[in-house]
């Protein structure tokens, strides 16, 4: 593991911007829709401002026993097992790869649908309906992840991160200038909105649950924040600089998922589509929604190593230590490649091939299960509680030693206890949402 970063406040901001601004930011039109004006808006405030007091706790985990000048935690794990030890890491293990893979497979389906709308965006844009397989997408999208991920962790990621939150941006302000506009047409009287089907009012509480599941989730980059802070310099303090990224991460998100999701609901209403630059959301002008779906397909390439890398790292590392003598797991080799001028690089022949497989498993996966979302959805409300509210509160409770039955205590509970519930809720309707899916699943077609 490098110990020699380099890593700043903008850096570590762009990692988070990457991890936290996923292409959900599109669909949050649609979870305000669930909502409602009043109940939408209020969530994603509350849940950012629970993400940021959280991570504000985490960020002093990195080090232990003292935040400043303790022994680094180069991972969530590590943490968990300096602060807490015993069964807590295998339970954190458990919640955060399992999260993790779950994202690099959801990632892979949800890039390979927005390479589909490009290719075909005059099927989709125009009047004739679409039958089309993102098989291929998916397979042009696992190739460029086997050469991106043998980028040897996260401290070589900086740039690819900026790449990737540019992209993010770019495509949610394309998303919001394209709802404005409809929101204008339809208050001019130059386009009509339909009305939503009538639901029972089981359906509309199951997506509520699938609503609040998908907020919740948009905010959990816990996963994946230790590594984060991993990457920074330790003057001025990594904690002190990881909590600067945090706010700007995290307000940056904020602002971008309310404005998208509250002018797309203003635009759709009750039929504010799960995607707004997909083929039911905006159908022009056609240049447009390609600039934005090539925006998603880059940002997620970017994303996809933000949440592999600690995956890579983890195996990795668990390798080297239990078979330190094993030179295909510990030794790197040196390459010279002729026609490039001499040009040499060093190769470990266990990551090139364990990367590999996991690339080539992950996108099968996402063949095999095209509505993956859902499960998704699913492992994000299950993590959210543990990852992003549980330890990073039992870690600070350990650290500050604050007595059980203390108002800080107790507090500190509370919030924790609330936060389970609504993960149990979201599970729940994540559930019913895979329920739904496995009723009309076909293995490698996604009709669009």
Not at 53 to 62: H, I, R
Not at 198 to 204: C, D, L, Y
Not at 297 to 305: C, D, K, P, S
Request: charged share 10%.
């Amino acid at each position: 593991i490098c110990v020699c970063n380099a890593g700043t406040w903008v850096t570590a901001s762009a990692h988070i911007i990457t991890a936290v601004i996923g292409s959900g930011v599109l669909s949050l039109a649609w979870a305000i829709a669930q909502l409602g004006w009043v109940a939408g808006p209020a969530t994603l405030i509350i849940f950012s401002l629970i993400t940021l007091f959280t991570s504000t706790l985490l960020a002093d985990a990195y080090r232990h026993p003292d935040p400043v000048t303790g022994q680094r935690n180069y991972t969530y794990m590590d943490a968990v097992r300096a602060h807490l030890g015993g069964l807590k890491v295998r339970f954190c293990g458990v919640a955060q790869y399992s999260n993790l893979v779950g994202v690099t497979v959801g990632y892979t389906i949800t890039a390979s649908i927005s390479m589909e709308m490009v290719r075909g965006s005059k099927c989709f844009h125009g009047k004739d309906k679409c039958h089309a397989s993102t098989t291929l997408d998916m397979v042009v999208f696992g190739c460029i992840q086997l050469i991106l991920c043998q980028v040897p962790n996260f401290h070589n990621l900086s740039r690819l991160s900026i790449l990737a939150a540019v992209m993010s941006l770019t495509y949610s302000l394309i998303g919001l200038g394209l709802s404005i506009v409809k929101v204008a047409s339809v208050n001019e009287g130059g386009e009509t909105r339909t009305t939503s089907a009538t639901v029972s009012e089981a359906q509309r509480l199951w997506r509520i649950f699938q609503a609040i599941g998908d907020i919740a989730f948009a905010y959990a980059y816990s996963t994946v924040l230790i590594e984060i802070q991993d990457t920074l310099k330790s003057s001025p303090a990594e904690n002190k600089t990881m909590k600067r990224a945090s706010l700007v991460g995290i307000s940056t998100t904020t602002i971008f998922y309310l404005l998208c999701g509250c002018v797309g609901y203003a635009a759709f209403g009750e039929d504010a589509p799960g995607d707004l630059l997909s083929g039911t959301g905006f159908n022009h002008p056609v240049w447009l929604l390609n600039v934005a779906n090539v925006c998603v397909a880059i940002h997620l390439i970017g994303a996809y190593q933000v949440f592999a890398q600690p995956i890579f790292s983890f195996v990795e590392t668990s390798c080297r230590q239990r078979w330190p003598e094993v030179k295909f797991v510990s030794t790197d080799h040196q390459i010279t490649i002729p026609f490039l001028g001499g040009m040499s690089f060093h190769v470990n022949w266990f990551r090139v091939v364990w990367r590999s497989a996991y690339v080539a498993v992950t996108t099968v996966l996402a063949m095999v299960l095209p509505f993956f979302n859902v499960f998704l959805g699913l492992i994000g409300a299950v993590s959210f509680w543990p990852l992003t509210v549980y330890f990073p509160i039992e870690m600070y409770i350990a650290r500050a030693k604050i007595p059980k039955f203390s108002v800080s205590w107790m507090c500190l509970q509370a919030l924790s206890f609330v936060c389970l519930l609504i993960s149990l809720i979201a599970a729940a309707g994540s559930v019913e949402g895979l329920v739904q899916s496995l009723k009309t699943y076909h293995p490698f077609k996604n009709e669009a």
